[in-house]
């Protein structure tokens, strides 16, 4: 049996979040105070974690990416990513970070088999930084990123979200640094989780992005490989790198859909957006690995064709992005 739903995509791809915590406030992601923190009876064990991670691998998932809240303020993180590393038909082990532990932690993750880095950065101005994220040190992000390079890791992908009178006017700049260096930047759409008022005025579309970036330079298409992610791919002519866009909202990227999600206390997701999920807790208590493989296979069988949020609309409900893991 495999993860195929009922629009006929094929599912390879589990975001899985260990934690709801995290050492960043980032404004976009959460508020001020933070999310109400969940107990530790409330969060899965890296045992049911790694039933899950399995469970899945076994229905054909080929790529898992870690992510959380902060996934590397969890104590016992990299055994956890060893322990995953190990099961046999993953094929893609890779986690995503704001990178504030990378220095101390990036030789660890890579020894424990992490494949590749994600790290949000949005912004090259500390204050700016430090506005978004509202605690953030951005030079410890860009220590950690060096830390990352240093450990062997691939060159990495930056995320940046990207806000109109906040971070936007810092785009062209991301997009240089792909100029020289072999990294990716991926210029993410605002997305409204936290009850932002007024979203819409923050939100660039992608294709507004890409506008942007074309006045400037020539952008070539780059082919996506079989486990890529929503993001549309280019090279900067002439660049080392690559560029990306993510438009969650305004491109619609669902038909291409390919991944399920589960949070830090087992509510497993078939969409982002979706406002309902699917417990696994009872399934995990019941202890046998085709009870659980059934809830999966339940999920995509629930897999709707493609979310319905738009920036025409305002209707949302508000989430902690930190809940769910992105
Ligand atoms: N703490 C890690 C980090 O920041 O990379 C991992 C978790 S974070 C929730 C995962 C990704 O979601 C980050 O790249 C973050 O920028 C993105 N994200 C969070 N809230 C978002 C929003 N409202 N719109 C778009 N992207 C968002
Ligand atoms: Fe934390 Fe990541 Fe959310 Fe920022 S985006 S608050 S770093 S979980």
Known sequence: MKLIDNHGRKINYLRLSVT??????????????????????????????????????????????ITGGEPL????????????ADIPGLRQLVLTTNGLLLTEMAKDLR?????????????????TFRA???????ERVLEGIAAAERAGFPPPKINMVVMRGINDSEVLDFARLTLDRPCT????????????ENWQALAVSGGEILDRLAACFTLDPIEKGMLAGPSRDFRIRG??????????????FCSDCNRIRVTSTG????????????????????????????ALLRLVGCKPARHGMSSAKNDHRAFAMANIGG
Request: proline residues 4%; charged residues 25%.
């Open 20 to 65: 709801d915590r995290c050492n960043l406030r980032c404004r976009y992601c959460m508020p001020a105070e933070g999310v109400e923190l969940l107990g530790h009876e409330d969060i899965l064990s890296y045992e049911d974690l790694q039933r899950v991670a399995k469970a899945a691998v076994s229905l054909g998932v080929e790529k898992i990416r």
């Open 185 to 196: 930047v991926r210029f993410i759409e605002y997305m409204p989780t936290t009850k932002e």
């Open 111 to 127: 020894t424990a088999g992490v494949q590749r880095l994600n790290i949000s950065l949005d912004s090259l101005k500390a204050d």
């Open 267 to 294: 509510m497993a997701k078939s969409c982002l957006f979706a406002h309902e999920g699917l417990d696994l807790k009872p399934f995990l208590a019941v202890r046998d690995p085709t009870v659980l493989k059934n």
């Open 239 to 252: 660049g080392a790198g690559a560029i990306g866009v993510i438009t969650a909202i305004s491109g619609h």
């Open 132 to 138: 978004i994220t509202r605690t953030g040190d951005m």
């Open 73 to 84: 303020v969890r104590k016992g993180i990299v055994p956890f990513l060893s322990s995953l």
